[in-house]
């Protein structure tokens, strides 16, 4: 069974168009993310979800929207796509332990390729 | 916010070790990991250590961390072919704050 699902795997679209990526985890995990890695393979966070409250946000434009309408689902919407956002996305969930021992393990996604032509 | 530093390439021949770096600047880290990336793949957990450890040991695996330097290392011995990949580390604050760094390229030569 797949733990966190993306799709589309690939996605080609024109500037200016809105796109969105779907993400899911099947690990009943509390806390969701979406990264960004580039063409250099340098890897930022972008989001993260607890319990429906967004909780980071790195400086990321607000063209990037994350919508999660259950714990098991974080959705990234893009508004006017540029050719800079061109890049693969990663989801990734997590469970918040907070009691020593626990490993809090990120679980990825396989990555959506984005190209803005 | 927090900075995570690797070097970004290692190459190696087949069946040494190889030692990937990684640096960061707040203390207060709770964990740290190693996460391994495939070509064409997502993420996957290699090992991980708590703050309050100096060294853990994995099979081929080593981790070292050096709190006073803010140092963090994964030694992998006998490397081979298939562990060419990207190496990121991460640090975990506060149990839902993860700082990853950019990422190292091992590249195995035979």
């Known amino acids: 069974d797949t733990a966190v699902s993306q799709t589309p795997k690939y996605l080609v679209t024109q500037m200016g168009n809105d796109k969105s990526i779907k993400c899911e985890q099947n690990l009943g995990h509390d806390t969701m993310y979406w990264y960004k890695q580039d063409s250099k393979k340098f890897l930022k966070i972008m989001f993260s979800?607890?319990?429906?409250?967004?909780?980071i946000n790195e400086t990321v434009p607000n063209r990037f929207s994350p919508k999660s309408p259950d714990k098991a689902h974080l959705n990234l919407h893009i508004n006017s796509l540029e050719l800079g956002d061109s890049a693969v996305y990663f989801c990734?969930?997590?469970?918040?332990?907070?009691?020593?021992?626990?490993?809090?393990?990120?679980?990825f996604g396989p990555g959506t390729r984005l190209t803005v032509l | 916010g927090e900075d995570v530093e690797q070097s970004l390439f290692l190459s190696v021949r087949e069946g040494d070790s190889s030692v990937i770096n990684c640096t960061y600047t707040?203390?207060?880290?709770?964990?740290l990991y190693w996460y391994k990336q495939e070509p064409g793949a997502g993420l996957q957990l290699l090992t991980y250590i708590f703050s309050n450890m100096d060294m853990k040991q994995d099979q081929r695996l080593t981790v070292l961390l050096n709190k006073k330097d803010k140092h963090l290392s994964l030694r992998i011995a006998d490397t081979q072919t298939g562990d060419s990949a990207i190496y990121f580390c991460a640090v975990l604050y506060n149990f839902n704050k993860f700082y990853f760094g950019s990422g190292t390229k091992l590249n195995v030569k035979p």
């Open positions: 990734a969930s997590s469970q918040e332990f907070e009691e020593r021992g626990a490993i809090n393990e990120q679980f």
């Open positions: 979800y607890n319990n429906k409250e967004l909780i």
């Open positions: 707040d203390s207060s880290s709770t964990y």
